[in-house]
T-cell receptor, first 114, second 108 residues
Framework: KAGVTQTPRYLIKTRGQQVTLSCSPI?????VSWYQQTPGQGLQFLFE???????NKGNFPGRFSGRQFSNSRSEMNVSTLELGDSALYLC?????????????FGPGTRLLVL | KNEVEQSPQNLTAQEGEFITINCSYS?????LHWLQQHPGGGIVSLFM???GKKKHGRLIATINIQEKHSSLHITASHPRDSAVYIC??????????FGAGTRLTVKP
């Protein structure tokens, strides 16, 4: 089976712009979770989608949003980018909820905000 | 105080040594995850535990639910084990809480 894929892998944006990142889960997986990783804060949970519904959301401002499509592919959007949004954004998929099942991580999208 | 604490932050070992990384958490959990991250960012899930002990090759993970503590052990360490190891708690609040990670370097 193909692994989790994320596009794009690298992205440079300027402050105030918006960005959309994409994640394609392993075939058959219904849960997609998103994470932000920065040198200062480490890994932080953004949100989880299961069967097109957001199950839970981490402590991030409303500028961070996401959605999941009927084929389980997921997108996350960050509007009005700030310098502090520069990070590695990772998605992970699992058969069921991410909390109680093994997660399979994508390679990440590295976002730089100038 | 972080809800998930890992120790040590950094660890250097000689090839062949037995390694232990510790994780303490203060949240109620549905499962405890151990992750491995290599330079370049790729993350691999090593274990998911809700009780007891699991073993995969040279890696062993244990959890004590009453004490809210988990350990990751690596037997006969090898330079290819060099990576950052991250403990993550799948909390009862339906989110994931991460430790800061342990950077392991195994020297030949």
């Amino acid at each position: 089976k193909a692994g989790v894929t994320q596009t794009p892998r690298y992205l440079i944006k300027t402050r105030g712009q918006q960005v959309t990142l994409s994640c394609s889960p392993i075939s058959g997986h219904r849960s997609v979770s998103w994470y932000q990783q920065t040198p200062g804060q480490g890994l932080q949970f953004l949100f989880e989608y299961f069967s097109e519904t957001q199950r839970n959301k981490g402590n991030f401002p409303g500028r961070f949003s996401g959605r999941q499509f009927s084929n389980s592919r997921s997108e996350m959007n960050v509007s009005t980018l700030e310098l502090g949004d520069s990070a590695l954004y990772l998605c992970a998929s699992s058969l069921g909820t991410s909390l109680g099942e093994t997660q399979y991580f994508g390679p990440g999208t590295r976002l730089l905000v100038l | 105080k972080n809800e998930v604490e890992q120790s040590p932050q950094n660890l250097t070992a000689q090839e062949g040594e037995f390694i232990t990384i510790n994780c303490s958490y203060s949240v109620g959990i549905s499962a405890l995850h151990w992750l491995q991250q290599h330079p370049g960012g790729g993350i691999v899930s090593l274990f998911m535990l809700s009780s007891g002990k699991k073993k995969h090759g040279r890696l062993i993970a244990t959890i004590n639910i009453q004490e809210k503590h988990s350990s990751l052990h690596i037997t006969a360490s090898h330079p290819r084990d060099s990576a950052v190891y991250i403990c993550a708690a799948g909390s009862n609040n339906n989110d994931m809480r991460f430790g800061a990670g342990t950077r392991l370097t195994v020297k030949p």
